[in-house]
């Protein structure tokens, strides 16, 4: 079983940068897919980003493509979330997500493992 911890997260200005990493511990980290996910206040949890096990393949929102990418180390157990080109409307808790299959996915409900998440506020 995997657990992770998301980090990096804070306050930026509209049209600033933050990267986001999920360390992993517990389990062979390379055995997981990892998603990114967030939710605003009042809002359902949105997916963000995938990344396969290999790094081969990504996975974006339309809300976030162009200007969100995501990269992993596997010899590091992290995966990370470059973010740039913030808007206010990217404010959000920011989740690391994990799944135990070789096929990305943008739904969290096959997302088996997440961390506690982080706080991105994107003032204007």
């Known amino acids: 079983q995997v657990q992770l911890k998301e980090s990096g997260g804070g306050l930026v200005q509209a049209g600033g940068s933050l990267r986001l990493s999920c360390a992993a511990s517990?389990?062979?980290?390379?055995?997981?897919?990892m998603g990114w996910f967030r939710q605003a206040p009042g809002k359902e949890r949105e997916f963000v980003a995938a990344?396969?096990?290999?790094?081969?393949?990504?996975y974006f929102s339309d809300s976030v493509k162009g200007r969100f990418t995501i990269s992993r180390d596997n010899a590091k157990s992290t995966v990370y979330l470059q973010m740039n080109s913030l808007k206010p409307e990217d404010t959000a808790v920011y989740y690391c997500?994990?799944?135990?299959?070789?096929?990305?996915?943008?739904?969290?409900?096959?997302?088996?493992?997440w961390g506690q998440g982080t706080q991105v506020t994107v003032s204007s």
């Open positions: 990344i396969t096990r290999s790094g081969a393949r990504t």
């Open positions: 997500a994990a799944r135990l299959s070789p096929y990305g996915s943008s739904h969290y409900s096959e997302y088996g493992y």
């Open positions: 517990g389990s062979t980290f390379s055995t997981y897919v």
